[in-house]
């Protein structure tokens, strides 16, 4: 059974940093796009980050500059190191993996992120 796990949200100051940390299981992750999604409060989930199976990453323009995604496959873990955090990066993040040559979509249930003083 897939299971996707997102942990390290949290409440932090505008400005400061946080880790969030998907860890996967029944899956590995190096066959897998994976990708970094949001949501914030009555707003559409939005692609924050993506690393391709290959290790090529991309983001929002809204995040660029500012977070980084990184994969550990030995530990089939993905993160995202966000930094410079501000009220608007407030949302749940969510961890998608996603394959492409049958679709397979996998979610974790998220973790809330909140950047408030």
């Known amino acids: 059974q897939v299971q996707l796990v997102e942990s390290g949200g949290g409440l932090v100051q505008p400005g400061g940093s946080l880790r969030l940390s998907c860890a996967a299981a029944?899956?590995?992750?190096?066959?897998?796009?994976m990708r970094w999604y949001r949501q914030a409060p009555g707003m559409e989930r939005e692609l924050a980050a993506i690393?391709?199976?290959?290790?090529?990453?991309n983001y929002a323009d809204s995040v660029k500059g500012r977070f980084i995604i990184s994969r550990d496959n030995a530990k089939n873990t993905v993160y995202l190191q966000m930094n410079s955090l501000k009220p608007e990066d407030t949302a749940v993040y969510y961890c998608?993996?996603?394959?492409?040559?049958?679709?397979?979509?996998?979610w974790g249930p998220g973790t809330q992120v909140t950047v408030s003083s």
């Open positions: 029944g899956l590995t992750i190096s066959r897998y796009v």
């Open positions: 998608n993996a996603f394959r492409q040559y049958d679709k397979s979509s996998y």
């Open positions: 690393t391709s199976v290959g290790g090529i990453r």
